[in-house]
């Protein structure tokens, strides 16, 4: 495109064709008042203040949506834009409460700015703004407040739920000055389509919107801000944590427009989910069990406890005695350091964490298909793919800010959007197609779309013939894959399969979008080697808004995957069993090292029932929720002759323990995360940590020194440099490179501005290879003993284990229980209402909870998220494995119900 010259205030400058003269002033340097603009939004030059002139053209123009033409010549401050201003100002001060002595936004309001800077003490006008207090609809909820007194009409709120969050539960009422934001029919917030966001309060200029638990607690000028990411999904969202310079806590969150990867949108728990941090039932000091309790302990005392009983394990049943399970929530440092711990101290490999709980599939598959088990894409491209095929991930609810992106463009008819999931998802509403598929059906579907395109001549041939391998065996492999077999295998319409089949190859670019719905089973290696055939034989990898593309559950489970905490590779993904690796590791820490792969999760859990394993340093984790079939993980927790936890909280899991270990929150350390996109991006220090809590790497590291192997860092970057000189893909990342941006990796060396998109020219392992899978059912099905199946999953509100969520009141208010989901018609035959208590029972055990009669799920099937340890989803499901993953088929398996009298 043809720039476009124009002269603004006498300096000549170029732009975009498309961009308006308010961006192109901006992005100079020019500053121009504004209320109504937010450049997420369309313009709707309401407030008026950002109007300019243009030379040879009559009357004030708003800037904010005037385009640019070439030759234009602009002033936007002269004596009649000045007093145009003033007046504008003069007026929305007549219709607002300026009572900022006592405003919460007093330093940060921009109307507040505006009038001092014209100088406005006195209006001159009537004032016309409504009495202050807030309205119907957010009264009772814990999270807004809307004051209308303070609101100025700029529509900002509405139209971000709108355009945005395309939540579309916001509007206004009435006319002239008793215009006011409300919701459809003025029903309470938490009532509406409201999905308590909070971007209508980022968005607003001038504090009518606000977060009731932020009110009175400091003004925004007292208010120290620090960039840090998300501890939440795996978006990785940069957020600001507003903190009382006086009190030392954190007050809210915001997000500034812009920023990478969020662009300054948030979910529910980004804004209203670190009331954790400040708990009082914080740990604040180390614990050790004596006579049946814990107590409290000083540091020296609990550390020598652990190293001593760790060390005599060792000395008396071998180093694979012990095991680690590192975390996915705790920074990249943290996961490095603990691997490390346990291989160069313990003297094992039995180190593993969560990621084998969601991801593993996604490691293993992706790795044999394309050599990189990650992300090909990059988030900001689903805005703009042609076409995205989302299967096994509810992406609104668990990686929200994904999800409004995929919303958007579907919305905005920018794409077309396919979703397989066996529940009717938000992102149902908005696709052209929902193949509503059993659950553990998905290599069926799969290879029935890949059959459809090959029978009809739909396939990428150049593509296959020139970048791939292993293709004619897929092809053997599908041929009697038809949709009318796969019909009745997924329940799904044969037609819907092949309509599906067509949309996707016809695409000039598709994304494939997953996440545990695929790779929580036993086949969940297969369900993503499907998903690579599917996007190999189309040609939709190594391009733009193409490719397969993970969607990692919690806000590091990456990078906790790149730094090695698995049994079989160190960190970049380097075998523990080939010579040379690890032969690079014993020169870089000094001790030899074993090549023999260790075991995974769910394998610790059983050798620690046998005997196998004595001693288990858990950092960050809480199986006791997190696991299949927690009664079984509680005997062998149980069955450990010592048990090391670390952590915030005294969680599930660590009521268990011999010694707990009082760790810092994210909002306490720095640090790195990587987010599901290959970002490594930063963690900052923003709080004070509570009582004698430390980083979890400084403590491992003093216990590697009481055991006999000196550790030590003078802080996180350190340790980040250290990673980036043993895993390749890291070379290039250090702190100084990443404090505004994050990286992508592969990063190699410092020169390397990272790498958005995998695969470009060649895959990582050479050519792509195709994998002839075939289906195979889940490990459990239904029968006459146990006629449903039954399926988990997370609730937009919650996260994970709920030890940090629950512990948040406007998270907490919205879902307080679990509720089982199950399909009218099944109620209607159990004689089971809205509420009712059911009662669920598996062949493992069983638990009571309310029943939510919902069409969300097919007839058969029910749901229950998994974050509620009243009613633990784990106590029912199987721990079968994937044979090449070890990942548990949290997604399937069979259950009776009964209604409770």
Request: charge should be negative; aromatic fraction near 6%; proline fraction near 6%.
């Amino acid at each position: 495109m043809d720039a476009i010259n124009l002269t603004m205030n006498g300096r000549a400058l170029t732009a975009r064709p498309g961009q308006t003269l308010l961006e192109v002033a901006l992005a100079n340097g020019i500053e121009i008042p504004r209320l109504c603009y937010d450049p997420r939004l369309t313009a709707t030059g309401a407030c008026r203040l950002c109007v300019v002139e243009i030379e040879g053209q009559r009357g004030l123009q708003t800037s904010c949506t005037r385009l640019v033409e070439e030759g234009m010549v602009v002033h936007s401050d002269t004596p009649a834009i000045h007093r145009a201003r003033k007046a504008t100002v003069e007026m929305l001060l007549s219709e607002h409460d300026h009572r900022c002595t006592t405003c919460d936004k007093d330093g940060d309001g921009l109307l507040q700015d505006y009038a001092y800077d014209y100088r406005i003490e006195e209006t001159g006008l009537p004032s016309i703004a409504p009495s202050p207090g807030e309205v119907n609809y957010t009264s009772g909820n814990s999270a807004i407040v809307y004051d209308p007194s303070k609101c100025v009409r700029c529509q900002r709120c509405v139209k971000i739920c709108d355009e945005v969050q395309v939540a579309h539960a916001l509007t206004m009422k009435d006319r002239a000055g008793n215009v006011r934001v409300t919701t459809g029919f003025d029903v309470a917030l938490y009532d509406s389509d409201c999905e308590v966001c909070g971007q209508c309060i980022g968005t607003c200029p001038t504090n009518a919107l606000y977060e009731r638990a932020a009110v009175g607690k400091g003004k925004a000028k007292d208010l120290v801000r620090t960039r840090t990411t998300c501890v939440y999904c795996g978006v990785g969202c940069q957020l600001d944590l507003n903190v009382n310079r006086r009190t030392g806590r954190i007050v809210r969150v915001t997000s500034p427009p812009g920023v990478v990867p969020n662009d300054g949108n948030t979910c529910v728990k980004g804004r209203f989910g670190m009331e954790y941090v400040g708990k009082d039932d914080r740990l604040t000091v180390p614990l050790i069990r004596e006579n049946g309790t814990l107590r409290e302990a000083t540091w020296d005392e609990a550390l020598d406890l652990v190293a001593t009983r760790l060390s005599t394990i060792k000395k008396e049943h071998g180093p694979n005695a012990l095991a680690g399970f590192s975390s996915a929530k705790t920074p990249n440092e943290d996961n490095y350091v603990m691997q490390k711990l346990v291989r160069a101290v313990f003297g094992t490999n039995n180190i593993d964490h969560c990621a084998r709980l969601c991801h593993a599939s996604t490691v293993a598959g992706l790795a044999r298909a394309f050599g990189s088990g990650a992300m090909t894409n990059s988030i900001e491209e689903l805005r703009r793919t042609p076409l995205t095929f989302v299967i096994g991930s509810n992406t609104t609810e668990c990686h929200p800010v994904i999800g409004i992106l995929i919303r958007q463009a579907a919305e905005a008819g920018d794409t077309t959007l396919i979703v397989a999931d066996p529940r009717e998802i938000s992102l149902t509403d908005h696709a052209h197609l929902h193949l509503q598929h059993r659950p553990g059906s998905d290599v069926s579907l799969i290879n029935a779309m890949i059959h459809v395109i090959l029978e009809e001549g739909l396939e990428d041939k150049a593509f296959i013939e020139e970048r791939t391998e292993g293709f004619e065996e897929v092809r053997q492999a599908v041929a009697d894959c038809t949709p009318e077999v796969a019909e009745k295998i997924t329940g799904v319409p044969a037609g819907d399969i092949r309509r599906a089949a067509r949309l996707y190859a016809a695409a000039p670019a598709a994304s494939i979008v997953y996440s545990m719905g695929i790779t929580q089973h036993t086949t969940g290696t297969d369900n993503v080697l499907s998903l690579a055939n599917l996007a190999m034989v189309t040609g939709n990898v190594g391009k733009e808004c193409a490719g397969v593309n993970p969607l990692r559950g919690q806000n590091n489970v990456q990078g906790s995957c790149d730094m090695g905490a698995l049994p079989n590779v160190y960190p970049g993904y380097q075998k523990v069993d080939d010579p040379a690796v690890r032969a690079r590791f014993e020169a870089a820490w000094g001790v030899p090292l074993s090549g023999e792969v260790g075991l995974t999760v769910v394998e610790i859990m059983n050798a620690a029932i046998d005997r196998e394993i004595r001693g288990l340093y858990i950092m960050g984790e809480n199986p006791m929720l997190s696991d299949p079939d927690i009664n079984h993980v509680r005997e062998a927790l149980e069955a450990l002759d010592f048990l090391v936890v670390q952590d915030i909280f005294l969680n599930e899991t660590a009521e268990l323990a011999d010694v707990v270990l009082p760790a810092t929150s994210f909002a306490e350390r720095d640090g790195t995360f990587t987010n599901t996109e290959r970002r490594v991006q930063r963690v900052r220090k923003a709080v004070r940590p509570p009582g004698q809590a430390r980083e979890d790497w400084r403590i491992l590291c003093d216990v590697a020194t009481r055991m006999g192997y000196p550790m030590n860092y003078p802080d996180a970057s350190a340790v980040q440099d250290e990673i980036a000189s043993l895993t390749p893909s890291y070379g290039g990342i250090r702190y100084d490179r990443i404090e505004k941006v994050g990286l992508q990796w592969p990063c190699p060396n410092r020169d390397h501005p990272g790498t958005k998109i995998l695969h470009r020219d060649q895959f990582t392992r050479g050519k792509g290879k195709f994998h002839p899978i075939r289906f195979l059912p889940p490990q459990e099905l239904p029968d006459k003993d146990y006629p449903f199946v039954f399926t988990t999953g997370r609730v937009l509100e919650h996260w994970h284990t709920g030890t940090m969520t629950r512990r948040c009141e406007v998270l907490d208010d919205l879902v307080p229980h679990g509720t089982l989901e199950l399909h009218p018609s099944d109620a209607r035959k159990m004689g089971v209402k809205p509420g009712d208590t059911v009662q669920v029972v598996s062949r493992r055990g069983e638990i009571a909870l309310p029943a939510n009669v919902t069409k969300r799920v097919a007839p058969g099937t029910v749901f229950l998220a998994f974050h509620f340890h009243e009613h633990a989803a784990n106590a029912l499901t199987i721990a079968a494995l994937d044979p090449i993953a070890k990942i548990p088929e949290y997604k399937a398996c069979a259950v009776r119900m009964t209604k409770e009298v």
